[in-house]
């Protein structure tokens, strides 16, 4: 029998039992692909990061980002908890100003706001735009009236992992909202992979967002950080914010489902042009071990 020593802290919160829940296995080296796997669906949190060692050099450590179906390329709350824990337990060293993780996606940087706690920056790997659909079929597949959509057309915007966008009126509609995958399959378009449904409302510090992804295992995710930086992007692209160099906004996400996260964003040129940072508080919670 195999002892594995792990921790679950809440991501995009200062407050326990708020945020995204996180497993991190601090050190994974001895377990094999398909048991993460399974780990991620026996525990069955939005996502299950295992360290590894880097492959790639100039990389602090190597995470594997697992959901309860499948590996993921990159994700946002756990490059941001997985970070916390290398910091908290040393692996990094905990005065570090910045350090690079190995992922799927490639080398992702990470910087730290030093405060009366640190606030975890990620660098938002290269984000591109795809297919634009109809509002009207989107407020259809949301359960939502046609008007409560904004005037922009929604759009399919990736960093790794593919969203579609809907821009609704307000927090009541988005809290309305609720996803039909038989009537997202009807409008998906060839090409597009399984894609993550993202619904928000432009609010004064940002946004006022949900994200649904039932193809990835996930019914509703708290925070999803790899998805905050496209929406940044979206919004820019169609003026729903100006992306000045320096602006700071916050997507705040979960409160409908009772576990609110706060995710913060930083741009860096004009429209976002030189990155976009997607930033978060970490706060521990369970120390485990599970035996195999």
Same mark, same amino acid.
């Given at each position: 029998?195999?002892?594995?020593?792990?921790? *679950?802290?809440?991501?995009?919160?200062?407050?326990?039992?708020?945020?995204?829940?996180?497993?991190?296995?601090? /050190?994974?080296?001895? &377990?094999?692909?398909?048991?993460?796997?399974?780990?991620?669906?026996?525990?069955?949190?939005?996502?299950?990061?295992?360290?590894?060692?880097?492959?790639?050099?100039?990389?602090?450590?190597?995470?594997?980002?697992?959901?309860?179906?499948?590996?993921?390329?990159?994700?946002?709350?756990?490059? *941001?908890?997985?970070?916390?824990?290398?910091?908290?337990?040393?692996?990094?060293?905990?005065?570090?100003?910045?350090?690079?993780?190995?992922?799927?996606?490639?080398? @992702?940087?990470?910087?730290?706001?030093?405060?009366?706690?640190? #606030? &975890?920056?990620?660098?938002?790997?290269?984000?591109?735009? %795809?297919?634009?659909? /109809?509002?009207?079929?989107?407020?259809?597949?949301? %359960?939502?009236?046609?008007?409560?959509? #904004? /005037?922009?057309?929604?759009?399919?915007?990736?960093?790794?992992?593919?969203?579609?966008? &809907?821009?609704?009126?307000?927090?009541?509609? @988005?809290?309305?909202?609720?996803?039909?995958?038989?009537?997202?399959?009807?409008?998906?378009?060839?090409?597009?992979?399984?894609?993550?449904?993202?619904?928000?409302?432009?609010?004064? !510090?940002?946004?006022?967002?949900?994200?649904?992804?039932? !193809?990835?295992?996930?019914?509703?995710?708290?925070?999803?950080?790899?998805?905050?930086?496209?929406?940044?992007?979206?919004?820019?692209?169609?003026?729903? @914010?100006?992306?000045?160099?320096?602006?700071?906004?916050?997507? !705040?996400?979960?409160?409908?489902?009772?576990?609110?996260?706060?995710?913060?964003?930083? &741009?860096? =040129?004009?429209?976002?042009?030189?990155?976009?940072?997607? %930033? =978060?508080? *970490?706060?521990?919670?369970?120390?485990?071990?599970?035996?195999?």
């Amino acid at each position: 029998m195999s002892q594995h020593r792990y921790r *679950v802290v809440d991501v995009f919160t200062e407050h326990a039992l708020e945020g995204n829940p996180l497993a991190v296995f601090p /050190d994974a080296s001895g &377990i094999d692909d398909r048991t993460m796997q399974r780990i991620a669906k026996e525990l069955n949190l939005s996502e299950t990061v295992f360290v590894v060692p880097s492959s790639r050099p100039g990389c602090a450590m190597g995470l594997r980002i697992f959901t309860p179906t499948r590996e993921m390329l990159f994700a946002g709350h756990p490059t *941001v908890g997985g970070s916390f824990v290398l910091l908290d337990e040393g692996i990094v060293p905990k005065d570090s100003d910045t350090f690079v993780l190995d992922e799927k996606i490639g080398s @992702v940087p990470i910087r730290i706001e030093k405060g009366t706690r640190p #606030l &975890i920056w990620l660098s938002t790997p290269p984000i591109s735009f %795809g297919n634009k659909y /109809d509002p009207n079929a989107c407020a259809q597949a949301l %359960g939502v009236h046609a008007e409560d959509c #904004l /005037d922009v057309a929604p759009c399919v915007v990736t960093a790794g992992n593919p969203n579609l966008f &809907i821009a609704l009126r307000t927090k009541d509609a @988005v809290d309305r909202a609720w996803l039909d995958m038989g009537a997202l399959h009807k409008l998906r378009k060839p090409g597009d992979e399984a894609i993550c449904t993202f619904v928000f409302t432009p609010t004064p !510090e940002g946004a006022y967002s949900r994200m649904f992804a039932p !193809e990835h295992g996930v019914a509703e995710d708290p925070a999803t950080g790899s998805a905050t930086g496209p929406l940044a992007a979206y919004m820019i692209q169609t003026r729903l @914010v100006k992306g000045a160099p320096g602006t700071r906004l916050v997507s !705040e996400q979960g409160t409908k489902m009772g576990r609110r996260s706060l995710l913060h964003i930083l &741009i860096h =040129g004009e429209d976002g042009r030189d990155g976009i940072e997607v %930033g =978060g508080y *970490v706060t521990p919670l369970v120390e485990a071990t599970m035996s195999l």
